[in-house]
């Protein structure tokens, strides 16, 4: 009896159905200023949804210096190919530093997020720019300068999650308020996220899955 209980069970669980995530965008997500590849923000994900799904598979196409063009270029159609139950996309500072102009910008993210749309069946998780007047490793003048030009590509990447329907992470607000009250979130780097910092974004992240 217990042997045809656990024949059903293994049936059951081979049965379950093949659950895909798929990270794209830059630096971030490939975990440029962690420790570890496994302590990057979309490892950290993976290892919960793991905990849930019997079949889960993870992708993970970020690239450090990736600007939104190279994510349309470089990541989308590979992301479409390998039919998504779940897509999380970090991108814009590259942008920023790059001095994309906003049209181009805003151009290409619709791209992205509309394909995804349209030829997947994906959730999409998008985290905006994060507030990066706080890395140490900027001069006082490029702080300055960036707050007010970070919020202007965000507004971009807000109203495409909004009007897709997207979840959105509001990481820029969040590095704002615990780049203030907490130490060791940035790396040694002075850019990047430390491992701290990515379990933070992982958390915010897992609230919504």
Not at 171 to 181: A, L
Request: charged share 25%.
């Amino acid at each position: 009896m217990i042997f045809k209980w656990l024949i059903k069970l293994r049936q059951l669980v081979w049965r379950s159905k093949k659950f895909v995530y798929v990270a794209i965008g830059d630096s971030t997500v490939e975990g440029i200023g962690a420790s570890d590849s496994s302590k990057s923000y979309p490892a950290l994900v993976f290892e919960k949804i793991k905990k849930e799904k019997k079949r889960a598979y993870f992708y993970n196409l970020g690239r450090g210096g990736a600007r939104i063009k190279d994510v349309v270029e470089l990541q989308l159609s590979k992301t479409v190919e390998l039919k998504p139950d779940l897509v999380t996309i970090s991108v814009g500072a590259n942008d920023l530093r790059h001095r994309t102009k906003l049209k181009h910008f805003e151009n290409d993210f619709f791209e992205l997020i509309n394909t995804l749309k349209e030829k997947t069946k994906a959730k999409i998780i998008i985290s905006n720019i994060p507030d990066v007047s706080v890395a140490p490793s900027l001069s006082m003048l490029v702080r300055f300068l960036s707050r007010f030009v970070t919020g202007r590509f965000n507004r971009i990447i807000n109203g495409h999650s909004k009007h897709f329907k997207c979840i959105l992470i509001d990481i820029y607000t969040g590095s704002k308020i615990y780049g203030r009250k907490y130490t060791g979130l940035i790396s040694t780097d002075g850019l990047h996220p430390s491992d701290k910092g990515y379990a933070l974004w992982a958390n915010a992240i897992i609230d919504h899955l």
